[in-house]
């Protein structure tokens, strides 16, 4: 008579009788006890090479130094050293926050969090500053335009939408969510409009402020998951906004009259320092201040709430030139880099880049508008040589003009 097989877990050796479930494979079996310490093994792997369960990149914070992420940004980012402090200290000291832990004689001090604002001229590196740092902390990042907002039941978007971007770019893990930031562009543009001849109310200035209030400050908000109007029936996701970093930004046009006017810079007499007023006017954003903004026309109540003004410096010739060569990311790196996977070598003459950042300062296109420039001067290349049997290309300071002078963009005013 055939001996009777007992079947046990291939893995620990139980039988079947010592354990609750036995899942069985082609030719072995495996008990619930061994799946969970696998699922612990598997888990503790993926957290190690950065991954989640799903295996995705891991949302788990990274804090580091303030002199570690000004480092960090210095690679990508030109100048602007005293945003770059500001915005180091104020990130390093707001999540220092959110993973603190209580000590036995903690005094129970609560350390409120310090929203941002950034005031610059347009292609100065506003957005950019943000989008490093969230790259470098490793934690959802959305970035909204503040011209879209109106106030709740005007057409437009409600300001709770800023959270379905960022639920959005986290796979909606709501506590990865609570621990991100959000940078909201052109808040200039919701400016509170004084003696406004329109009978129409101003749905898109002082309202979406007052919406933006307790957003700031820290709260409960119900988003709706997939935009507010189009899908009115969904099922709201409750999100706190208490450890969400709010930095905005804007280019705040006219701000230097006020700023001017403010430090006195049109004084008259003999003991005027006319050096002294000459480089007060070429960057009056350094003087900035609440009370500035606050005229501009942002209200004060939003003002509370975004305790840190930082400011970037205007660009001037020899930061445009270094931005073209410098960063990690640079320009020339990039075209360099797309030529390269036609297997052709561009080299560009330094007269070239002193022609470009020319054109730039002309025209005031500020950093943005050096890749315009260079798309401007290449397109021609870029169109004709993919194919062909060149690989190498030179590109002169007489192709660079010749090509910009046949371009619509020569056809531009200077301001």
């Known amino acids: 008579m055939a001996k009777k097989e007992i079947l046990h877990c291939s893995f620990c050796g139980r039988p079947r009788e010592e354990v609750k479930i036995l899942i069985a494979g082609q030719e072995s079996h495996i008990c619930e006890g061994c799946v969970e310490h696998a699922q612990e093994i598997v888990q503790q792997e993926l957290e190690l090479g950065g991954l989640d369960k799903k295996g995705n990149p891991n949302k788990k914070l990274v804090v580091k130094k303030p002199k570690e992420i000004k480092a960090f940004l210095d690679q990508y980012i030109i100048g602007q050293d005293d945003a770059k402090k500001i915005l180091a200290v104020a990130v390093y000291n707001h999540f220092k926050r959110i993973v603190q832990k209580p000590k036995a004689n903690d005094d129970e001090v609560e350390i409120e969090k310090s929203n941002i604002i950034m005031v610059g001229e347009t292609g100065t590196g506003k957005t950019l500053l943000a989008k490093t740092i969230a790259k470098m902390l490793n934690v959802p990042f959305a970035i909204v335009d503040a011209t879209v907002f109106t106030e709740a039941g005007y057409v437009g978007e409600d300001v709770e939408s800023m959270l379905t971007r960022l639920l959005q770019n986290c796979d909606y893990d709501v506590a990865a969510a609570e621990q991100g930031i959000v940078f909201i562009d052109e808040i200039d543009k919701i400016a509170r409009r004084q003696d406004n001849p329109s009978i129409t109310r101003d749905v898109s200035g002082e309202g979406v402020q007052q919406g933006l209030l307790k957003m700031l400050e820290g709260t409960e908000v119900l988003v709706p998951p997939q935009g507010g109007r189009k899908h009115p029936d969904q099922k709201m996701i ?52 609440a009370q500035d903004i606050k005229t501009f026309g942002i209200i004060p109540e939003l003002l509370g709430r975004l305790p840190i003004i930082t400011y970037l410096n205007p660009l001037d010739a020899e930061t445009l030139r270094s931005i073209l060569t410098e960063p990690k990311n640079c320009l020339v790196k990039q075209y360099t880099k797309l030529f390269d996977l036609e297997d052709i070598k561009l080299e560009i003459e330094p007269a070239v880049l002193d022609f470009m950042v020319e054109k730039a300062l002309e025209y005031k296109l500020g950093a943005r508008g050096l890749r315009s420039i260079f798309e401007t001067i290449l397109t021609e290349a870029m169109f004709e040589m993919p194919g062909g049997k060149e690989t190498s290309f030179l590109l002169t300071a007489e192709y660079a003009k010749n090509m910009f002078e046949k371009s619509k963009m020569s056809m531009l005013k200077v301001a």
């Open 238 to 289: 409750k999100v706190n906004t208490a450890n969400i970093l709010f930095i905005c930004g804007g280019a705040f046009d006219g701000v230097n009259q006020i700023i001017a006017r403010r430090i006195n810079t049109n004084a008259i007499g003999f003991n005027v320092n006319k050096e002294l007023q000459n480089y007060q006017r070429q960057n009056l954003l350094q003087f900035v201040n």
